[in-house]
């Protein structure tokens, strides 16, 4: 019995593991895909049209102390937007034209979502991409392949801001650098601890060389 049960879960594992292996083929090798296209399949992109809504929580520490905990609920299908920080919970329903009471949310969720699904930015954003090119990631060193993502020097809450990306074989993001406009600062940050929600690749950690900077995310439910 114990045998039969193995077989029956190495079986589903393997069928699971060659659905997966087919759908990165599909990806790697569609022509009608750019490589940011790539990299935004490659975490979900598809998946998560159906998705009707998500919570995260956003979590900053710096040198072992807390400095930020951010939780949010975006129900998708009426774009309703709530933040619960510090016991205190503010919603919002995110549209073009905003109260200014309302912005102080909505500059948090662009920036807190911006690091928990920025594969899927690179389709919804009006952003440049430079061409891939082979690079030396900042934080561990290793060859990877590099692309330079670029947004508007107008409009939003950050323009001007750009991106060197480092992903793999499989166009997952590990490392990137973070370029503030007008050559401000700069931050490298690793994207590990990646998790599947339902085909939703979300990269849970994030962590600067030294270590003393770690941006990463808890409580997270996709539905």
């Given at each position: 019995m114990k045998k039969l049960l193995f077989l029956a879960v190495m079986s589903v594992l393997m069928i699971?593991?060659?659905?997966?292996?087919?759908?990165?083929?599909?990806?790697?090798?569609?022509?009608?895909?750019?490589?940011?296209?790539?990299?935004?399949?490659?975490?979900?992109?598809?998946?998560?049209?159906?998705?009707?809504?998500?919570?995260?929580?956003?979590?900053?520490?710096?040198?072992?102390?807390?400095?930020?905990?951010?939780?949010?609920?975006?129900?998708?299908?009426?774009?309703?937007?709530?933040?619960?920080?510090?016991?205190?919970?503010?919603?919002?329903?995110?549209?073009?034209?905003?109260?200014?009471?309302?912005?102080?949310?909505?500059?948090?969720?662009?920036?807190?979502?911006?690091?928990?699904?920025?594969?899927?930015?690179?389709?919804?954003?009006?952003?440049?991409?430079?061409?891939?090119?082979t690079a030396n990631a900042p934080i561990s060193g290793d060859e990877m392949q590099m692309l330079t993502v670029s947004f508007p020097s107008e409009g939003g809450y950050t323009p001007g801001d750009s991106y060197d990306i480092y992903f793999d074989d499989e166009f997952m993001i590990q490392e990137w650098v973070y370029k503030a406009a007008g050559g401000g600062r700069e931050m490298a940050t690793t994207w590990e601890d990646y998790e599947d929600f339902d085909g939703v690749k979300i990269s849970k950690m994030h962590k600067s060389q030294d270590g003393s900077f770690e941006l990463f995310f808890t409580d997270i439910t996709v539905e």
């Open positions: 699971s593991c060659n659905e997966k292996k087919k759908e990165q083929e599909k990806i790697e090798k569609d022509p009608n895909l750019e490589i940011h296209e790539k990299i935004a399949m490659a975490n979900g992109f598809e998946k998560f049209d159906s998705v009707s809504k998500i919570k995260f929580t956003f979590n900053v520490k710096v040198n072992d102390s807390l400095r930020s905990e951010r939780r949010w609920t975006w129900n998708k299908n009426g774009n309703t937007i709530s933040l619960t920080e510090k016991d205190s919970t503010m919603s919002y329903t995110k549209k073009d034209s905003l109260a200014k009471d309302k912005e102080y949310i909505d500059q948090r969720f662009v920036n807190d979502s911006y690091w928990l699904l920025f594969p899927y930015q690179l389709k919804w954003s009006d952003a440049d991409f430079s061409e891939a090119k």
